[in-house]
Nanobody, 118 residues
């Protein structure tokens, strides 16, 4: 399975974006999928995750502002981001949640750039 991220862009503080992660094949058998981000000079971090049953998890900075969703029929994972802050500026990637949930990571894609600036 390959994952392709789209939906990034330039937005003012307080604005919203919806990111999409489209899989080349079925995501039905993947236990956990997540959105990660990497800001300049920082390590990649997990922002939000969603399990096959729908349970979600968020980093503290994303709670209350971001919503991850998974549409199996579309083989797509979304990240709705509201009330964006300048600290949200980063390249956003999607991937599995990894071996801890029994999934292998897939190759990292190019990601989608999110820039929050006035």
């Amino acid at each position: 399975v390959q994952l392709v991220e789209t939906g990034g862009g330039l937005v003012q503080p307080g604005g919203s974006l919806r990111l999409s992660c489209k899989a080349s094949g079925s995501i039905l058998s993947i236990n956990g999928l997540g959105w990660y981000r990497q800001a300049p000079g920082k390590e990649r971090e997990l922002v939000a995750g969603i399990l096959r049953g729908g349970r979600t998890t968020y980093t503290d900075s994303a709670k209350g502002r971001f919503t991850i969703s998974r549409v199996t029929a579309e083989n797509t994972v979304y990240l709705q981001m509201n009330n964006l802050e300048t600290d949200d500026t980063a390249i956003y990637y999607c991937n599995t949640l990894g071996p801890r949930l029994g999934d292998a990571y897939v190759g990292w894609g190019q990601g989608t750039q999110v820039t929050v600036s006035s």
